[in-house]
């Protein structure tokens, strides 16, 4: 449901590392239509290590009457986008039910009361928040979690995060995403991988190499923006053994498609060294600087290798919910900084690792000017005159005599005769 958007208007979303909680009424999906704003339908409780805790209300009736399983209860579950959900508890009415040590050594506790009713509208309440550690000082109060700061105030420990730090739980702009601080951005929240091959095998129907083989250049479609920090390559050695040992190999990459430039002096160069040591037949090339890309747009690879005959190949395209891999051609040895197309056509059967534009500002005051006019006043004198008339005397003497006659007779005594 939260994948899809369904449901949005009646979700909750927790972020526990924040300090949030919940504490609301939960109904049953029978019952969506005809509820208010006040009324929750899912609770998303979000967890550091990227798979989300969904907290539901099985209410048998309608079109869920039903079921078999944890009738009338709150059920949660795991899960992650793309990936397999699995349930952790049902909670029936009145009880208590706690995941120890969830986040910082204390343990996430979902209390839910009794089953009511209001015009119609069966719910449950539930509470979720973290445990509360009593305490009379600072070092009653512990964390297992780094980048946090721990203090006792009355009497009670108070967990707050510290920001642009790796390790708070939070993957913010400065954590530099997944190929960087793995603790933070996680698969598949804030990062993920297309992949053409199984990461334990590189058999099957739709497997080439072959001693020619130096290289392969190819298209990625872009659906969804993204950064590419790491190519996942499968190998092989020449008498179709798995691999012993990383294999030398360059990775370029430019904006577009490889068919409008075979001139790699116009390509960015982003790996140029040993890939890493074999993982059954995968190995890594991080990249020395992310590669970003736009929603609906095209960005080619070409990797190539020292010698020939050490990687495998599909002819299939390859895609997920982000993007295309599109099948390219297989190259000859590199020279003269020119692709040299073999003959063969082909596709990467390895996966390219990216994530996905983190937004989350920073929380801390920046020294940079504001790029955006001010709504406020200038605080610099301004050098033209007023246009207005003011109501104040000149402070300033005049040296015109007045051109007005006075009425009043002169304070002063005269030098002359009557």
Same mark, same amino acid.
């Given at each position: 449901?939260?994948e899809?958007?369904?449901?949005?208007?009646?979700?909750?979303?927790?972020?526990?590392?924040?300090?949030?909680?919940?504490?609301?009424?939960?109904?049953?999906?029978?019952?969506?239509?005809?509820?208010?704003?006040?009324?929750?339908?899912?609770?998303?409780?979000?967890?550091?290590?990227?798979?989300?805790?969904?907290?539901?209300?099985?209410?048998?009736?309608?079109?869920?009457?039903?079921?078999?399983?944890?009738?009338?209860?709150?059920?949660?579950?795991?899960?992650?986008?793309?990936?397999?959900?699995?349930?952790?508890?049902?909670?029936?009415?009145?009880?208590?039910?706690?995941?120890?040590?969830?986040?910082?050594?204390?343990?996430?506790?979902?209390?839910?009361?009794?089953?009511?009713?209001?015009?119609?509208?069966?719910?449950?309440?539930?509470?979720?928040?973290?445990?509360?550690?009593?305490?009379?000082?600072?070092?009653?109060?512990?964390?297992?979690?780094?980048?946090?700061?721990?203090?006792?105030?009355?009497?009670?420990?108070?967990?707050?995060?510290?920001?642009?730090?790796?390790?708070n739980?939070?993957?913010?702009?400065?954590?530099?995403?997944?190929?960087?601080?793995?603790s933070?951005?996680?698969?598949?929240?804030?990062c993920?991988?297309?992949?053409?091959?199984?990461?334990?095998?590189?058999?099957?129907?739709?497997?080439?190499y072959?001693?020619?083989?130096?290289?392969?250049v190819?298209?990625?479609?872009?659906?969804?923006?993204?950064?590419?920090?790491?190519?996942?390559?499968?190998?092989?050695?020449?008498?179709?053994?798995?691999?012993?040992?990383?294999?030398?190999?360059?990775?370029?990459?430019?904006?577009?498609?490889?068919?409008?430039? +075979?001139?790699?002096?116009?390509?960015?160069?982003?790996?140029?060294?040993?890939?890493?040591?074999?993982?059954?037949?995968?190995?890594?090339?991080?990249?020395?600087?992310?590669?970003?890309?736009?929603?609906?747009?095209?960005?080619?690879?070409?990797?190539?290798?020292?010698?020939?005959?050490?990687?495998?190949?599909?002819?299939?395209?390859?895609?997920?919910? +982000?993007?295309?891999?599109?099948?390219?051609?297989?190259?000859?040895?590199?020279?003269?900084?020119?692709?040299?197309?073999?003959?063969?056509?082909?596709?990467?059967?390895?996966?390219?690792?990216?994530?996905?534009?983190?937004?989350?500002?920073?929380?801390?005051?920046?020294?940079?000017?504001?790029?955006?006019?001010?709504?406020?006043?200038?605080?610099l004198?301004?050098?033209?005159?007023?246009?207005?008339?003011?109501?104040?005397?000149?402070?300033l003497?005049?040296?015109?005599?007045?051109?007005?006659?006075?009425?009043?007779?002169?304070?002063?005594?005269?030098?002359?005769?009557?």
């Open positions: 449901m939260s899809l958007g369904w449901y949005d208007d009646k979700s909750a979303v927790i972020d526990l590392v924040q300090n949030e909680e919940f504490d609301g009424n939960v109904i049953g999906v029978n019952d969506y239509s005809i509820s208010n704003s006040s009324y929750t339908l899912f609770v998303e409780i979000k967890n550091p290590s990227g798979r989300s805790y969904f907290l539901t209300y099985n209410r048998a009736e309608g079109m869920n009457a039903g079921t078999q399983e944890a009738g009338n209860k709150i059920v949660v579950v795991e899960g992650a986008p793309n990936e397999q959900s699995w349930k952790l508890a049902e909670i029936g009415p009145g009880e208590n039910y706690a995941f120890p040590d969830f986040l910082n050594g204390r343990d996430l506790e979902i209390s839910v009361g009794a089953a009511a009713s209001s015009s119609g509208i069966n719910y449950l309440p539930v509470t979720v928040r973290l445990e509360t550690i009593t305490c009379n000082s600072d070092s009653d109060c512990r964390s297992t979690r780094s980048c946090t700061t721990v203090s006792c105030d009355s009497n009670v420990c108070t967990y707050s995060p510290i920001y642009n730090c790796c390790g739980g939070i993957c913010e702009e400065s954590d530099q995403g997944c190929g960087v601080c793995a933070d951005c996680v698969v598949p929240t804030h993920n991988e297309i992949d053409g091959q199984a990461d334990t095998s590189w058999g099957g129907t739709d497997v080439y072959g001693n020619w083989a130096y290289g392969i190819f298209d990625v479609d872009v659906t969804t923006a993204a950064q590419f920090y790491e190519l996942e390559v499968d190998l092989m050695q020449q008498n179709g053994a798995r691999p012993v040992s990383g294999v030398f190999a360059k990775v370029y990459t430019k904006s577009g498609s490889y068919a409008n430039d +075979d001139n790699l002096n116009n390509w960015q160069l982003v790996f140029n060294g040993t890939s890493s040591e074999p993982n059954f037949y995968q190995s890594l090339m991080t990249f020395s600087s992310k590669v970003s890309a736009a929603a609906d747009s095209t960005q080619a690879f070409y990797i190539s290798y020292a010698k020939g005959g050490q990687f495998v190949y599909g002819s299939n395209t390859v895609s997920n919910s +982000d993007m295309i891999i599109q099948q390219g051609y297989i190259t000859q040895e590199e020279s003269e900084n020119i692709l040299r197309r073999y003959g063969n056509d082909g596709s990467f059967k390895g996966g390219i690792k990216y994530n996905y534009f983190i937004t989350s500002p920073s929380v801390l005051p920046s020294n940079e000017p504001n790029a955006l006019p001010s709504d406020e006043p200038s605080i004198p301004y050098d033209e005159p007023s246009v207005l008339p003011s109501d104040e005397p000149s402070v003497p005049s040296d015109e005599p007045s051109v007005l006659t006075s009425d009043k007779p002169s304070v002063l005594p005269s030098d002359e005769p009557s």
